[in-house]
């Protein structure tokens, strides 16, 4: 019934910019907090940065500083914008959002992961 669909990865050098977007669609009632995990290769997922509905933020200290979350609450769309990045920023990052369904609890979402590669 909602589906996210991610887009904005890519190859860059160390050093470069990326912009990662996020947009849920379905029969959404509302979203409560929307954020961003990666997994790099060989490890577990984790946190990246985390928006609440109404703008607060919270990030991993590997990336303060250099990636900004936001949102688009009329669009129902999350953004990662990263800067500085490493190559230990190489992962596939996934975007979540708590989604409340007309007539539902609200429920946890995944996106099928979009991929960052960051060269040295």
């Known amino acids: 019934q909602v589906q996210l669909v991610e887009s904005g990865g890519g190859l860059v050098q160390a050093g470069g910019s990326l912009r990662l977007s996020c947009a849920a669609s379905?029969?959404?009632?509302?979203?409560?907090?929307m954020g961003w995990y990666r997994q790099p290769p060989g490890k577990q997922r984790e946190l990246v940065a985390t928006?609440?509905?109404?703008?607060?933020?919270n990030y991993a200290d590997s990336v303060k500083g250099r990636f900004t979350i936001s949102r688009d609450n009329a669009k129902n769309t999350v953004f990662l914008q990263m800067s500085s990045l490493k190559p230990e920023d190489t992962a596939v990052y996934y975007c979540?959002?708590?989604?409340?369904?007309?007539?539902?609890?609200?429920?946890?979402?995944w996106g099928q992961g979009t991929q960052v590669t960051v060269s040295s």
């Open positions: 979540n959002a708590d989604v409340t369904v007309w007539g539902r609890n609200p429920y946890d979402y």
């Open positions: 379905g029969n959404i009632f509302g979203i409560n907090d």
């Open positions: 928006i609440t509905s109404i703008g607060s933020t």
